[in-house]
């Protein structure tokens, strides 16, 4: 059983900063790639962010240069540091993971449930 859980979100004004965490727990071999993933209101999900095992990364072009994405593979945990947040971020912003299974080495793409960000004054 694997899971993802993330933590962070809020109510923040525009123009702050949040940071969401993404801990991933249960019989994991290894974790390949992350991402965060968020869904508006009345709007289709969409990546945010993607980063690799061995650290790369890439962006949405409406958050490159305001949003980092990191991830401490020791402690199966991924991070969305976001900044200069406005009201068009505001939505429920989800985890991703590719997990090889311990013992059965199975692949598997795990969601975790979401974190709602709002954005407003």
């Known amino acids: 059983q694997v899971q993802v859980v993330e933590s962070g979100g809020g109510l923040v004004q525009p123009g702050g900063s949040l940071r969401l965490s993404c801990a991933a727990s249960?019989?994991?071999?290894?974790?390949?790639?992350m991402d965060w993933y968020r869904q508006a209101p009345g709007k289709q999900r969409e990546l945010v962010a993607v980063?690799?095992?061995?650290?790369?990364?890439n962006y949405a072009d409406s958050v490159k240069g305001r949003f980092a994405i990191s991830r401490d593979n020791a402690k199966n945990t991924m991070y969305l540091q976001m900044n200069s947040l406005q009201p068009e971020d505001t939505a429920v912003y989800y985890c991703?993971?590719?997990?090889?299974?311990?013992?059965?080495?199975?692949?598997?793409?795990?969601w975790g449930q979401g974190t709602l960000v709002t954005v407003s004054a």
């Open positions: 249960g019989t994991i071999f290894s974790i390949y790639g």
């Open positions: 980063i690799t095992s061995g650290g790369s990364t």
């Open positions: 991703h993971a590719e997990v090889v299974v311990a013992g059965t080495y199975n692949y598997l793409e795990v």
